[in-house]
């Protein structure tokens, strides 16, 4: 049985990656409505694999006795200025997911709950990958500066950039 403050703490991390998923939903349409494909289709996988990471979440906290909450969510931006803006804000956005992870983690120590705690290695694992490419797509956008002819191969390669299996 899942002791209430580490259910309550999955349940704020089913929160914010449903959340992640909902904002990488209109970074996707912003990028699909303003010329970048490559972006689009990027980002659109990635509100998917947020998704998952949610779903393993609930059903985690479903099959150890406790009660998923299907969270209410809070409408994500409309517009966004640019590429590095977008890149800017997904780095800024999964370290502060890392954190999160980290805290449920440090609960689960000081609660002495070593299933969820090995569960929530993956996690650790994902955070590690996702925080990464954040940083190797803006490194690229650096290289990239205001030439729109890069940018253009850039949006043409980010699948391959961000190693994605759908590349
Ligand atoms: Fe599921 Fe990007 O953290």
Redesign the pocket.
């Known amino acids: 049985m899942l002791h209430e403050q580490i259910a309550l703490a999955l349940n704020k991390q089913i929160t914010l990656?449903a959340q992640?998923s909902h904002t990488y939903l209109a970074m996707a349409v912003w990028a699909e409505t303003s010329g970048y494909d490559g972006t689009a289709a990027f980002l659109y996988e990635h509100a998917e694999?947020?998704r998952m990471?949610m779903l393993k979440l609930m059903r985690f906290v479903n099959e150890r006795g406790g009660v998923a909450i299907v969270p209410p969510l809070t409408a994500p931006a409309v517009g966004y200025p640019g590429l590095d803006a977008i890149f800017q804000s997904i780095l800024e956005h999964?370290t502060t997911?890392t954190a999160s992870i980290n805290s449920v983690v440090d609960e689960c120590l000081t609660l002495k709950d070593y299933t969820t705690h090995n569960f929530m290695q993956w996690?650790v694992a994902?955070?590690i990958e996702?925080e990464a490419m954040a940083r190797k797509i803006l490194d690229k956008l650096a290289l990239v500066g205001g030439d729109r002819g890069a940018l253009y191969l850039f949006d043409r390669d980010i699948l391959s950039l961000a190693g994605s299996p759908n590349a």
Do not use: D
Request: net charge negative.
């Open positions: 990656e992640s694999e947020e990471h999964e997911v996690y994902e955070q996702e």
